[in-house]
């Protein structure tokens, strides 16, 4: 069965350096999303992607975010200066259109902790 | 705006007991409906969703889900809890057409032998 992979499982960082969290979505897949899980907290939509641009973003997504998919078929989230309170599980998500019969299939996260 | 509210973060039940997860949603339009589980240190699992057909769905594992729109409720039950069902359960919803899925803020469920 087709499934989403993210790397780094688990990456460590130290406040204020740049992290950058792969995903490689199912090949036929044209949406692309990050959703982060603060430890014990509710899974919160970030951002969706298509046709190589954001298609929509919350507020939690700033300018310290950004997404890109840098050839066919990795979907990356950059977070320029990393905070303590950036420290959750992001997860990356991927769905073929947004029709009811296709839904979110979600990668096991990347967990992500600032010190 | 859509918006999902599971009514308590914590379930505790028996080992053969029924189980059931209240979920409610807020959407101007009906939307799509779904239940995932997430298993510890692991991502969220599909285990059913609606989208205007049926309105008792069924899902993995043996649960299902009822659509009531009068109650804009979604609740998840199965009739005898087991052991490996203990989890956090997530709610969601998105609206038809619409880019993102919005979650509610999950049901810890704990299955007591």
């Known amino acids: 069965e087709p499934e989403v992979t993210q790397t780094p499982s688990h990456q460590v960082t130290q406040m204020g350096q740049e992290v950058i969290l792969r995903c490689v979505p199912i090949?036929?897949?044209?949406?692309f999303y990050w959703y982060r899980q603060i430890l014990g907290q509710k899974v919160e939509f970030l951002v969706s992607?298509?046709?190589?641009?954001?298609?929509?973003k919350s507020e939690i997504f700033d300018d310290q975010f950004s997404v890109e998919r840098p050839d066919g078929s990795n979907f990356t989230l950059k977070i320029r200066s990393t905070k303590l309170e950036d420290s959750a599980m992001y997860f990356c998500?991927?769905?073929?259109?947004?029709?009811?019969?296709?839904?979110?299939?979600f990668g096991a996260g990347s967990r992500l902790t600032v010190l | 705006a859509q918006s999902v509210t599971q009514l308590g973060s914590h379930v505790s039940v028996s080992e053969g007991a029924l189980v059931l997860l209240r979920c409610n949603y807020s959407?101007?339009?009906?939307?799509?409906l779904f239940w995932y589980v997430q298993y510890p240190n692991q991502g969220l699992q599909l285990l059913l969703k609606y989208t205007s057909a049926a309105t008792l769905v069924k899902g993995i594992n043996g649960f299902e889900a009822e659509f009531k729109k009068s109650e804009t409720s979604f609740h998840l039950t199965k009739p005898s809890a087991h052991m490996s069902d203990a989890a956090e359960y997530f709610c969601a919803v998105r609206l038809t057409g619409g880019f993102k899925t919005i979650f509610g803020a999950g049901t810890r469920l704990f299955v007591k032998a």
């Open positions: 090949s036929n897949h044209l949406y």
């Open positions: 959407s101007s339009v009906p939307p799509y």
């Open positions: 992607f298509y046709n190589n641009e954001i298609s929509e």
């Open positions: 998500a991927s769905t073929r259109d947004l029709s009811g019969a296709n839904v979110l299939t």
